[in-house]
Structure formats: C-alpha cells, structure tokens
C-alpha cells in the first residue's frame, strides 16, 4: 500500500523534528519524487526543542533536498504575528512560549492547551494564509499520526481552512515500522528512545508528558525544567491558571526527584509511562 500521493490542492506537511513526522516526510518525498509548488514543510518552533531536534530538522532538510519553513510564533506593535526564522536564528530559551504567555497572562494547562494552537496550528496558518507569503484559503494539513495511534487519530476535526491528512494511519504504519525504518538509515535523531518513544521530543517539559519523563528531564537537564519552574512559581498567584498541570505542580515533583536515590535514574526507561507520537501542529 502507498498512500503517499499529495492529494489535490495545497498540501501544508507538518514536520515536529520527531522521528515519526521526518519518516512521513521521507515517504511523501519519496512517492512524489519531490515536493511540487503547492506543498510546503513548515516546522512550527516553541524554542523549547532541544538542539538535537533542530539538528535533526536541518539534516532531514539537507540530505533530502527538501526546504523546511521554520516559523516562530511572535508579537509586534502589540499585534499577534510570525517570525519566519532558520537553524541558526531560531529561538533556544523559549522565547515565543515567553511571548505568548506574556500575551495570555495565565500558563496553558491540560485542559487549555493554547500553545498549541497558537504556536504551532495558529502560526503555520498566518504564514499561509498571508498574502505576501503563498496567500492559500484552503489547503490539506499532513499530520504524522501513526496506526497504533488510535485515540489521537479520533479526535474529531473543527470545521476549519484546512483539512487534516494521516498519511501514515492509511498506510498502516506503526512504531516498529517508524524504527525500522530509522534503524537502516545513515543519520538519526540524536536523543534516546525508550520502548519507541523519543525522550525528550517536541517540548522539553511538555505537561502532557508522563510524570517519569518530566522527573528524567528535571534529573538530566535540571535548567531546563528550571525554565517551566519558573514560569508556574511566576504566576502561582493565579490560582488553578498559574500551573501548567494543577494536579502535578512542577516544583512537588522536583521535591520528589531530589529525594529519590541515583539508582532509580540508571535504569534507563524506568519512568518512561508512554507511547504516544510526535506533537502534530
């Protein structure tokens, strides 16, 4: 089965530096011998990513022949807008997060997950829709959600300029075909995969990431959790909207891995309590 043939019309392929949407890029590249006009690669930067992901992206870029748009959601004159950015200019510190929760005024939790629409869905849409830029009104989003990804791909989808595209669902791909794949190949994503799962992909710090994931990162990359730390320790004073998940605080799990022993952490995967895919927007 080769369900890859971009379908008629504009075709936005999303890219989240993962190893599940650069494995649908390549297959997409591959049946269509390239990338026409009308199809754009658009990775969406939190600055939350870690290098290894940005790496990633530029090799994918690079070695495939194919432009990646690298976009950054971004506020000017008091305006909502997009900073279209490269490997090199794109944000490290997590400054279109900053932006956009400055703008907010209260932290994304579980059951608001407006960073995600906003810097990443919201984003790739400014930029497409934008007249000076490609100017599209309507077109097909690619999204890498694999087959064994059941529950994400039952989302029902909002009425909306675009519709969404599961290339890899209708091609029945799962996990072990995403390594497979991988496992023959000259380059990777740098970062450890645990029972198929990219440590530390898409944002660092996710709070929908499994309470062992975060611990992980609070162990191995304690700067980069500090970041979320602060962020919730800076808006607590809002209440339920000053955490990002009110029921997992930030600084209670750090309590909990400064008190755990060192061997608890050398088990690698220990804490790993998922499997799900690549952030899709």
Known sequence: MNNYKLPDGNVQISFSG?????????????????????????????????????????????????????????VVDDKVTYSQVSHNSASRNGEPFEKLITRKKILPNVLMRFCTVELKINTAKRYLKNPLELGWRTWTNAVGIRFDE????????????????????????????????????????KLPVVKNKTMYGNCDGCFLKSEGQLAMLCKEFPDKFNWWLDLENQHKSRGDYGYFNHDRKMFALKENVDNQQDWVFDQQGYFCQTNEGDCTG
């Open 18 to 74: 993962g190893r599940t949407s650069g494995f649908m890029l390549h297959e997409i590249l591959k049946a269509n011998n390239g990338l026409p006009d009308r199809a754009e690669v658009i990775f969406t930067n939190t600055g939350r990513e870690m290098e290894q992901t940005l790496d990633f992206i530029q090799e994918c870029s690079d070695r495939w022949n194919v432009n990646v748009t690298w976009l950054e959601y971004d």
């Open 150 to 189: 059941p529950k994400r791909l039952s989302v029902k989808q909002k009425k909306d300029v675009f519709v969404r595209w599961f290339a890899l669902a209708e091609n029945k791909v799962t996990a072990k075909n995403v390594d497979d794949f991988w496992s023959k190949q000259n380059f990777k994503l």
